[in-house]
Every structure is written in C-alpha cells, then in structure tokens.
C-alpha cells in the first residue's frame, strides 16, 4: 500500500527534491509526496514540485495576512488554518506522515494538537545534534562556535516535532566532523549533502513506526 507524505517547505526544496527522487525507490519504498505546502510563494521547492513527475499538488499557505486579519493571535490562526488545509487534502493526497524541509515556520499547538488527533506523524530535518543549536541559523551558529573553540563537531538529526522546538524525540542522527580553515559556506555545503540522506531515512523511518513494523 502506497504511503502519502505531505512535505512543508520555505526555500529551495533541496530535501524536498531528495524526498521526490527517493520516493519509491528502496531508499523510501512504496511512498509518495503527495502535497507540497509552501509559506513563501517565491520558495524553488514549489517549482520542483510542479516539475516532478506527475506534477505533485502544491499550496501556498502564507503568514503575512494573519497579522491584520487575526492581530491578538496570528499564529494560532494561521497554524488552525493549515491543520485544516492539511486534514481537509483529498484521499489521494491524506499524509501518512507529514516533513518539515526546512519549513522556517515555529509550529504551535492549533498545528499540533489537531495532527495529532488525526494520528498524523511530523518529523523535522535540523543541522545540529540533538540539543545543540536549536532553532533558525544552526549550521551558521555550530561554525562560530567551532571557530571559538566550543566545539569539535556538529551533525545533522530527523527528529519528531513536538511544541518544543527541534526538541523531539530523534530518529536520525548523523555526526559531522568540523575541519580547522573551513568556510561556513564549505561546512553548509558538506551538511546538504549529509541532510539530503538523512531526510530519507528519516521519512521511510517514521513510516515503518507508524506500520508498526520498524527495521
Ligand atoms: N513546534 C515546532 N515547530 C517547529 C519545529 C519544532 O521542532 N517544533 N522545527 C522547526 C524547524 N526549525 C528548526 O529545525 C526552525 C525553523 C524556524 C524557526 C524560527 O525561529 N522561525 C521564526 C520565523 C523565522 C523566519 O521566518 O525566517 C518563527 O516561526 O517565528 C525556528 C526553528 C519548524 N517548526
Ligand atoms: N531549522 C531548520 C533549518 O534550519 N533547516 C535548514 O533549511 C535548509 C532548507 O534547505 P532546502 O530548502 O534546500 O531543503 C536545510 O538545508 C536546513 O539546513
């Protein structure tokens, strides 16, 4: 049976494309992207979507006009309104398991809590090792913080997403050795390669479990 991945972006959709090229292949066997949601409308990973084949559906969820139209609450509202763009999708697009690909948007419980009752698992690809550099801007921050001394590595984690942000349960975690001279530019370059392997183990990963049948 074919399982139906819903993948939210802000960018350039690099995991994205990782994601659509693994998807029923051994690497993330029997699986599909079905719907790709974008809060950015100038994000590439929309026209990667577009120029997959089938085209996958895409969406545009943007955040700006909650600020006027919901001005004590535009996050919740904004959050309640793409739970239901997701749970109302058609059955031939209904995630399995729903991927944040370097969506840059902090999830609150109106996105959360109705996922959840659905069943629906969220995982989340981070450039940082389980409690170190949570939040936006990790590869740049674990780069400074090598050049100070602090550090002798970072890494790259598929975690589950939970209200605590990237502080969920991790179901990848890939180490990465950080080298003396290097760009952030060089480092960044070298943590793509390693999320674009990640993001796929993560997804055929969180499906398994949901099976029940984990490798
Ligand atoms: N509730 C959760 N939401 C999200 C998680 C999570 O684990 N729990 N993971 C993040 C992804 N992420 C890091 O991996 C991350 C992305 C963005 C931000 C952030 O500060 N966003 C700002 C807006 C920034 C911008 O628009 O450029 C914000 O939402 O106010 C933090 C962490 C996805 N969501
Ligand atoms: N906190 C999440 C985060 O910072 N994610 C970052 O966003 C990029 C998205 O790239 P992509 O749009 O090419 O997949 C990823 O490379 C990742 O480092």
Redesign the pocket.
């Known amino acids: 049976m074919m399982s139906r991945i819903v993948v939210?972006i802000?960018g350039s959709g690099s995991n994205l494309q990782a994601l659509i090229d693994a998807a029923s292949t051994l690497s993330l066997p029997s699986a599909s992207i079905a719907h790709v949601i974008s809060?950015r409308k100038a994000a590439y990973g929309l026209t990667r979507a577009a120029n997959a084949t089938p085209p996958i559906p895409t969406s545009y969820h943007g955040?700006p006009p909650y600020k006027t139209s919901h001005p004590s609450d535009p996050?919740g509202a904004y959050d309640a309104d793409l739970a239901k763009l997701i749970l109302s999708l058609p059955e031939d697009q209904y995630p399995d398991l729903i991927v944040?690909a370097?969506?840059?948007?902090?999830?609150?419980p109106k996105?959360?809590d109705p996922i959840d009752e659905a069943g629906i698992p969220i995982i989340?690809?981070?450039?940082?090792l389980p409690g170190a550099f949570?939040?936006?801007g990790?590869i740049e921050r674990s780069w400074e913080a090598f050049n100070k001394g602090e550090i002798t590595e970072t890494g790259v984690m598929i975690?589950y997403?939970?209200?605590?942000?990237?502080?969920?349960d991790p179901i990848v975690v890939k180490k990465v050795e950080m080298k003396a001279g290097e760009s952030v530019e060089e480092l960044t370059e070298r943590i793509h390669a390693i999320e674009h392997v990640a993001i796929v183990e993560g997804a055929k990963l969180a499906l398994e479990k949901k099976k029940g049948n984990p490798s």
């Open positions: 939210l802000s809060n955040f996050r944040c370097g969506w840059m948007h902090i999830l609150s996105f959360l989340n690809l981070h450039p940082a949570d939040g936006a990790a975690h997403v939970i209200k605590e942000v990237d502080r969920g």
